[in-house]
């Protein structure tokens, strides 16, 4: 399926670019971080989004992966992709819905980054997707956090009657739900897969709004970051590294 969304929310202007971006690049600390140990693995990515966590990746991982599919439903994205990125050799982008995608291959990592919001069935995907992890494979998922401290303050406070309440904001960006803990490892406990670790991205305790008229320096953003990662119950996303039970 094509995710429903506004393509204006995914570029600069929007109100939620810059926590989006950040967002993408705490998680894509997290990915480098825990593939260290890794050399000469094979990679799969949902989606080409933004292109940060792609190309960090690309960067990052220079000389260590044998191979990296990338998944992407949209055509005019991966012609986008393709005229600003010359990715090495063993890069292949698959044009194709994430329900709909098959592979003989099998990957040591797989990452769904910010996906399973948008799509109609997170389980089918979650399934689909964790039939291609190789013995000891790893899947890495990132979702928004229902329960992060902003809006469990602005619940209450009386301004967010659920905290699961899709915004406009989330509308325009294509989000059908919210996570909290407990429902992404039920999710991920029913698909299959055992949780393996956890963290959380950007501590978020007051809103966007709020956050900016404080003019924080880049240092204390970092630092927040670096917090956020051992808070994963509060922060603006969790992100879960699992495996496959079988």
């Not at 320096?217 to 996303?237: H, K, Q, T, W, Y």
């Amino acid at each position: 399926m094509l995710i429903d969304q506004d393509s204006t929310a995914y570029a600069p202007g929007f109100e939620f670019f810059d926590d989006n971006i950040r967002l993408l690049r705490a998680g894509l600390v997290q990915m480098i971080r825990r593939t260290r140990d890794l050399q000469k693995f094979s990679l799969l990515s949902l989606g080409v989004g933004h292109r940060v966590t792609v190309q960090g990746l690309l960067d990052a991982l220079a000389g260590r992966l044998r191979e990296y599919v990338i998944v992407e439903g949209s055509a005019s994205i991966i012609e986008m992709f393709q005229k600003e990125v010359v990715p090495p050799a063993y890069v292949r982008l698959e044009h194709s819905f994430f329900e709909d995608f098959a592979t003989d291959s099998l990957f040591d990592v797989i990452e769904m980054g910010f996906v399973l919001e948008h799509v109609v069935d997170p389980a089918l995907v979650l399934r689909r997707f964790a039939k291609f992890l190789a013995p000891g494979g790893r899947l890495m998922v990132a979702v928004p956090n229902a329960h992060s401290l902003h809006r469990m303050i602005g619940h209450q406070a009386g301004l967010l009657s659920d905290v699961h309440n899709l915004s406009p904001a989330d509308l325009a960006l294509g989000h059908r739900r919210y996570f909290d803990p407990d429902s992404l490892t039920a999710l991920m406990t029913e698909c299959g897969l055992q949780v393996v670790g956890r963290a959380g991205l950007m501590l978020k305790p007051l809103t966007t709004a709020q956050l900016a008229s404080m003019n924080l320096s880049p240092e204390i953003l970092r630092a927040m970051d670096e917090v956020g990662f051992d808070l994963p119950d509060i922060c603006n996303a969790i992100f879960l590294e699992a495996r496959s039970c079988r």
